[in-house]
């Protein structure tokens, strides 16, 4: 999990109270807010995956937020709240009766410190299509990947089951 930190860490005066907080951000703008909320000197956390997906029928992994939408920002009790609202790429601080709801700390640094797991295209097991050639418009069901662009998967043909090996471009999930 990767969180940004701006090096102008706040400088709190010790009496001073600061939490964690919750902001939605614009539709698909949460790395667009956190980059501008850190070039305004606030610190955020906004928690990555890394995904696997299909494209073109090639395996590609790529990062993305685990909360789309979202992100946590670390704010004094005191704080002007006016900034964030004209921030962009933010939507509004997360509040409950007009007052914003802190988060524990406790459940923003489990999140800083889990393990980044990769979440692979089709999951043994599942269920999916095969989308051309002599088996085109079965079911299957996938098995495991063969190689990079090659997958064995488990189809019930003539009442029996068979396994296939076939092109990766060739099947999508159900």
């Not at 299957?140 to 092109?167: W, Y």
């Amino acid at each position: 999990m990767q969180v940004n930190r701006s090096d102008t860490d706040l400088q709190l005066p010790a009496h001073e109270k600061s939490a964690w907080y919750l902001v939605q951000c614009k539709s698909r703008q949460d790395e667009r807010a956190e980059e501008n909320l850190t070039r305004q000197g606030y610190k955020c956390a906004r928690p990555l995956c890394r995904r696997e997906r299909v494209v073109r029928g090639m395996r590609t992994t790529s990062q993305e937020s685990l909360f789309p939408g979202y992100l946590f920002i670390y704010l004094p009790d005191s704080a002007n709240w006016a900034p964030l609202r004209s921030t962009r790429g933010v939507n509004r601080l997360v509040s409950f009766g007009g007052k914003p709801l802190a988060v524990k700390q406790e459940l923003v640094t489990r999140l800083q410190n889990r393990i980044e797991d990769i979440k692979p295209a089709f999951v043994v097991g599942e269920r999916v299509r095969i989308l051309e050639g002599g088996l085109g418009a079965l079911d299957a069901i996938f098995m495991s990947a063969d190689g990079e662009e090659r997958v064995i998967l488990l189809i019930s043909l003539l009442h029996r089951q068979q396994t296939v090996s076939m092109p990766l471009m060739n099947v999508s999930a159900f």
